[in-house]
C-alpha cells in the first residue's frame, strides 16, 4: 500500500526528517549525500566472509539504525500462523512479544503491515495523513512502545518470498516517494548480495566436490545399479563399468571385507540418510585396500530417492601410516619391546585379570650391571647392540602370554602372570640369567658380557594398591639388589626383603606354598 504524490513538498520534508538530515542549506545538501555513500559503502564493507548470514543481517539491522533510518529494526521470516522467525534484530524484543498476524486476511492480525506485505510482496510506509482504520489495531501496539511509524519491505532470494525487513520510527514520517526509493534500492542491493554468498557459496561447494570426483566418483539407480564411474574409479580399482556385473559393486568384496560395516551401509541407506565410513575393498588383480567412502542419497523435488552418489578414496597409505604412528607410539623404536605408554595399559589389565581370576602377578624390574662402560668403551653402536640382544633374550625366556617392556636406557620391566607356585618363578629367573650372561659379540668380533640387578614386587602379596605402586615398589627392591650387590646371593630382590620384612614368597624358601594361597 503506497501513498499517493500528493503534498510533495510536506513528503520531501519527510524524507529530510526521516534520515534525520533536516537539510536546510547547500552544506547540509552536501553532508546528507555524504552520509548515504557512508551507509553504502559501510554496507559493502561488511558483506564479505567470513561473516556468516545471520551476522550480516544483524549488522545491516544496526547499520540502518546507527544512520538514523529507524530505531527499531527487524528482519523476519513468517513460519507458521502466528509465528514469526527473529532473523536479526537492532531493538526490543517486546515490540514483537504476543504479536498476532496471519496469513488470512480475515485472521486475527492478517490485516497488519507484516501480514499485508507478505501477501501482496509489495512494500508498506504508513502515512499519518491518510490513516486506515484497518491498522488501528497495528497503530495502538506501535504506540504502546513510543513508535509511531512503520516501514515493511520484502526480502527475496531466488525470485522467491524470503523475509520481510520491519522498519519503525518513533517520530511520525511522511514517506515520500524519494526515501521509498532510496529504501528499496538498499533492500535490493541487500537482496542481490545475498543470493550473491549464495552462488558463491554454492561454487565453492561444487569446486569441492569436483576435487573430490578427481579420485572416484560412482553414480547409481535407486535400486544400487551403477549406471557412471568416473576415471578414477577405473584407475583405483581396475574395473571399468562394463566389468561390474549386473552393475554391483560386491566385485569389490573380498574375504576380509567387514560383513557388519556392509550391513551398516544397506540400514543406512534403507533409512534415507547418508553413509560416510571405511571399507576394507579389493582391486581387480586381487590386491586389497582401505577405501573412505562416502554415500548420498540424490533425491527427486517429490523427496523420492532416484540415485545415489557415491564418492570414494584410497586410504591405505593413511592407514597404513596411522597404524605405524600408532605401532610407534607404543613400542620402543631400539627394541621392538613396548614402552610405558604400553606398558601402563598392560600393567593395570594384568592387576585387573588377577583379581578377576584369583592368581598372581610378579612385576619385575630389571637393571643391567655394567653396561655404562660398553658406551665408554666400544661406543654408543655397541651400546645398541647389546640392548637390541638383552630385549631379545629376555622375550624368549619368558612365556607367550608374559610382558616385557623397556623403560628407557638399560632398564626393562617383566610382567609374569598366572604365577601359582615359588619354583615356576625359580625355574624363569634362572632361565633368565642363563640367557642373558651369556657372551654377547660386537660386530667387531669383541665378546662382552652383562649381568642383572632384579626388583620384585608380587601382587597382591605385597600390597601394592595401584599399577603405579606396583612398579614403584619393583623399583625400590631392584635398587636395594643393586646396593647390595656385593653380599646378595642371587640377582633378584623381593620388595618385601628391601623393608625388613622375611619374604614369604622367596623362591628359595623350603619347598612351602604359604602366601601364595589363602
Request: neutral net charge; hydrophobic residues 35%; proline residues 4%.
Amino acid at each position: 500500500m503506497r501513498t499517493s504524490d500528493s503534498n510533495s513538498r510536506r513528503r520531501g520534508s519527510s524524507l529530510r526528517r526521516f534520515l534525520g538530515l533536516a537539510p536546510r542549506s547547500g552544506e547540509e545538501a552536501l553532508d546528507r549525500q555524504s552520509r548515504l555513500r557512508a551507509l553504502r559503502d559501510a554496507m559493502e564493507g561488511f558483506m564479505a566472509p567470513p561473516l556468516s548470514e545471520s551476522e550480516v543481517l544483524q549488522r545491516f539491522c544496526q547499520l540502518m539504525r546507527t544512520h538514523g533510518l529507524a530505531q527499531w529494526v527487524a528482519v523476519v521470516r513468517p513460519e507458521l500462523e502466528d509465528r514469526l522467525d527473529v532473523l536479526a534484530l537492532a531493538g526490543s524484543h517486546a515490540v514483537l512479544a504476543g504479536l498476532s498476524w496471519s496469513f488470512d486476511p480475515d485472521g486475527d492480525g492478517g490485516g497488519a503491515p507484516l501480514a499485508l506485505v507478505w501477501r501482496e510482496q509489495r512494500p508498506f510506509y504508513s502515512d499519518p495523513l491518510f490513516p486506515s482504520a484497518a491498522l488501528r489495531p497495528w497503530r495502538q501496539r506501535m504506540a504502546g512502545h513510543g513508535l509511531h511509524s512503520t516501514a515493511v519491505l520484502p526480502l527475496t532470494r531466488r525470485g522467491q518470498p524470503w523475509a520481510l525487513l520491519v522498519l519503525l520510527h518513533h517520530d511520525e514520517i511522511y514517506w515520500s516517494s524519494d526515501s521509498q526509493m532510496l529504501l528499496e534500492s538498499i533492500v535490493r542491493w541487500l537482496c542481490q548480495t545475498l543470493e550473491y554468498r549464495d552462488q558463491e557459496s554454492f561454487q565453492n561447494l561444487l569446486g569441492r566436490g569436483l576435487a573430490v570426483a578427481n579420485e572416484s566418483v560412482v553414480l547409481t539407480d535407486a535400486q544400487r545399479r551403477v549406471l557412471y564411474v568416473n576415471p578414477s574409479f577405473e584407475r583405483m580399482t581396475g574395473y571399468r563399468l562394463e566389468d561390474l556385473n549386473d552393475g554391483s559393486l560386491r566385485v569389490l568384496q573380498g574375504p576380509d571385507t567387514d560383513i557388519h560395516e556392509l550391513a551398516v551401509i544397506d540400514q543406512t541407506l534403507r533409512a534415507g540418510l547418508p553413509y560416510s565410513g571405511t571399507l576394507l575393498n579389493y582391486r581387480r588383480d586381487g590386491e586389497p585396500y582401505w577405501n573412505q567412502l562416502s554415500i548420498v542419497p540424490v533425491r527427486d523435488p517429490n523427496g523420492d530417492i532416484r540415485h545415489y552418489l557415491g564418492i570414494q578414496r584410497d586410504v591405505s597409505a593413511e592407514k597404513k601410516l596411522v597404524s605405524q604412528l600408532e605401532y610407534e607410539s607404543r613400542h620402543d623404536r631400539l627394541t621392538g619391546l613396548a614402552n610405558r605408554r604400553a606398558l601402563d595399559d598392560e600393567l593395570e589389565m594384568a592387576m585387573a585379570r588377577a583379581d578377576r581370576y584369583g592368581t598372581r602377578l610378579a612385576a619385575c624390574m630389571i637393571d643391567l650391571d655394567g653396561f655404562k662402560p660398553i658406551n665408554d668403551c666400544y661406543g654408543h653402536d655397541a651400546g645398541d647392540q647389546v640392548l637390541q640382544v638383552i630385549a631379545r633374550r629376555l622375550r624368549n625366556s619368558v612365556r607367550r602370554y608374559d610382558y616385557v617392556a623397556r623403560l628407557g636406557g638399560d632398564e626393562f620391566v617383566l610382567l609374569l602372570e598366572r604365577v601359582s607356585h615359588p619354583a615356576e618363578l625359580e625355574q624363569i629367573f634362572i632361565k633368565l640369567e642363563c640367557n642373558v650372561n651369556e657372551a654377547i659379540t660386537l660386530r667387531n668380533y669383541q665378546q662382552i658380557g652383562v649381568r642383572l640387578t632384579m626388583g620384585v614386587c608380587l601382587y597382591p602379596e605385597h600390597g601394592a594398591r595401584d599399577a603405579g605402586e606396583l612398579l614403584r615398589f619393583a623399583d625400590q627392591a631392584l635398587y636395594h639388589g643393586k646396593a647390595h650387590k656385593e653380599t646378595r646371593e642371587r640377582y633378584w630382590t623381593y620388595y618385601t626383603e628391601t623393608i625388613g620384612a622375611p619374604s614369604q614368597t622367596n623362591p628359595q624358601l623350603s619347598g612351602t606354598d604359604k602366601g601364595w594361597y589363602r
